[in-house]
């Protein structure tokens, strides 16, 4: 997903006023909870109308850049990210990544496709280099999130994850929640229950913090589910950080007035 604002914002917030009346409406008919109100008309935003989010955000990295991350100063292990197909085995591991798409964060890898120079597919940079990788700010919305994850098992450690290869939840700069791999490089989808922290902006943010043996982490496709599982478009996540004041649940709406 690779969005740009565009004139089509102004016609996206009438038509996002119009949702919220049709849900206040349709609330005081049925009686609908706050979370079938979620579920009903922010769920299928995207099919309504052409939402613009103000912001880039590649949540699959089908985009084949690093859209919406943000790498930290020194960060050298994100340099060759992301990795195009299944380059474990182009290389012979014996461990496929099992990626999601054609493209996906492989901490070991250093190929980019056919198109990038001086690659070839099976290429490594190994797992000397360290680094972070920052997701853009988000609001947790959903009472689940779920992902793609592999390679290093160094679980994080207070207050920096020296020594860490993990994926970690971060809510003010704090570690809420945290996964790491389970030293192959075939990655496996994780569950987080997030439901404690509806509401609140988070970011997603991975961590190689080692240099050694299995120091580097896999990652891929991390989306928010509601509790019985539906995915929640990242589209109608980040128009509510786009427009701010959008209120996203009936008791927003009630405490506005
Ligand atoms: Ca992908
Ligand atoms: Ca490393």
Redesign the pocket.
Same mark, same amino acid.
């Given at each position: 997903m690779k969005k740009t604002v565009t004139s089509v914002g102004v016609a996206t917030l009438v038509g996002l006023g119009c949702l919220v009346l049709i849900g206040l409406l349709f609330s005081k008919l049925s009686g609908e909870s706050e979370a079938a109100f979620i579920t009903g008309p922010v769920l299928y935003l995207p099919t309504l109308i052409n939402l613009a989010p103000a912001v880039d955000f590649t949540h699959?990295?089908?985009t084949g850049d690093l859209s919406g991350w943000t790498r930290s100063k020194d960060d050298k292990a994100h340099e060759f990210q992301?990795t195009f197909e299944d380059n474990p085995t182009a290389r012979g591991r014996g461990q496929p990544s099992q990626?999601?798409?054609? #493209? #996906?964060i492989g901490g070991y890898e250093k190929y980019q496709g056919p198109k990038a120079k001086g690659q070839v597919a099976g290429g490594i940079q190994g797992d000397a280099p360290i680094g972070d990788l920052t997701s853009i700010e988000f609001k947790i919305v959903g009472d689940k999130m779920n992902f793609l994850i592999g390679a290093g098992n160094h679980p994080w450690v207070e207050p920096k994850g020296e020594g860490s290869t993990c994926v970690n939840l971060e809510i003010n700069g704090k570690m809420v929640m945290t996964e790491t791999g389970k030293n192959t490089e075939t990655m496996a989808r994780v569950e987080w229950d997030v439901s404690k922290f509806k509401g609140q902006m988070a970011v997603i943010k991975l961590y190689d913090r080692n240099a050694g043996g299995w120091g580097h982490i896999n990652f891929?496709?991390v989306k928010q589910t509601t509790n019985d599982g539906k995915e929640i478009p990242w589209e109608a996540i980040l128009a509510v950080k786009a427009f701010g004041k959008l209120p996203t649940t009936l008791g927003q709406i009630k405490s506005d007035r």
């Open positions: 699959d990295f089908e992301p990626h999601q798409g054609d #493209w #996906w891929d496709d």
